[in-house]
């Protein structure tokens, strides 16, 4: 079974204000990997970033970076410096086990007021 | 940049009526798959296709659903005798350009709202 957990329903900040969005995850498999997706509220699905098990390893692209910790099974994400065009709701996704299915969670909703 | 397109973006239907969701994939991913995402929740997984059979649905997918690619490009979300609770933005995603089915993310379309009245 997987399972994807976002506790943080939603979060406002402050323009230019850090914000970081949490996910913890659920898996028996040792394989798996990890997804965060942006959705505006003209509501398609962005990609953002894609983590695998054996990868540890933090990114950061731009204003953005992600922690991955296997020893807590959580993937957070962090905006530096959040900008208005930032709001929309962030989804944590897992895909394990083989399947081709991906598990989200219940997503986080972001808004940056000016 | 190659992108998954969904037609129609807005449907609107009597309940009881048949609607057939479409989605032109990327041309060269091997993957396909509908979810769904009932206002204000979660996106949940319905159904993955590859080489031309179903390989995954969830227990949401029954008899009322059914998928196909009946043309070689067109993928489609068939529901059949729509009620009240199957409205719901509607997305196709497709993925594995390489073939790995586990190593490659999902690409969305930008979804079809469906209003069941």
């Known amino acids: 079974a997987q399972k994807v957990t976002q506790a943080q329903t939603e979060i406002s900040v402050v323009e230019k204000e850090d914000v970081t969005l949490d996910c913890v995850y659920e898996?028996?498999?040792?394989?798996?990997?990890l997804f965060w997706y942006k959705q505006p509220p003209s509501g398609e699905l962005v990609f953002l970033i894609r983590?695998?098990?054996?990868?540890?390893q933090n990114e950061i692209s731009g204003r953005y970076s992600w922690n991955f910790q296997k020893s807590t099974s959580s993937f957070n994400f962090t905006i530096t410096a959040s900008q208005v065009v930032d709001s929309a709701v962030y989804f944590c996704?897992?895909?394990?086990?083989?399947?081709?299915?991906?598990?989200f969670g219940t997503g986080t909703k972001l808004q940056v007021i000016p | 940049e190659p992108e998954v397109t969904q037609t129609p973006s807005h449907q609107v239907t009597q309940m009881g009526q048949e609607v057939i969701l479409r989605c032109v994939p990327i041309?060269?991913?091997?993957?396909f798959y509908w979810y769904r995402q009932i206002l204000g929740q979660k996106v949940e997984f319905l159904v993955s296709?590859?080489?031309?059979?179903?390989?995954?649905k969830s227990e949401i997918f029954d008899d009322q659903f059914s998928v196909e690619r009946p043309d070689g490009s067109n993928f489609t979300l068939k529901i059949r005798s729509t009620k009240l609770e199957d409205s719901a933005m509607y997305f196709c995603?497709?993925?594995?350009?390489?073939?790995?089915?586990?190593?490659?993310?999902?690409?969305f379309g930008q979804g079809t709202r469906l209003t069941v009245v």
């Open positions: 995603a497709t993925s594995g350009e390489t073939g790995d089915r586990m190593n490659t993310e999902a690409f």
């Open positions: 296709f590859y080489n031309n059979e179903i390989s995954e």
């Open positions: 041309s060269n991913h091997l993957y």
């Open positions: 983590r695998n098990s054996f990868d540890e």
């Open positions: 898996t028996r498999d040792t394989t798996y990997y």
């Open positions: 996704a897992l895909k394990s086990g083989g399947y081709q299915k991906v598990t």
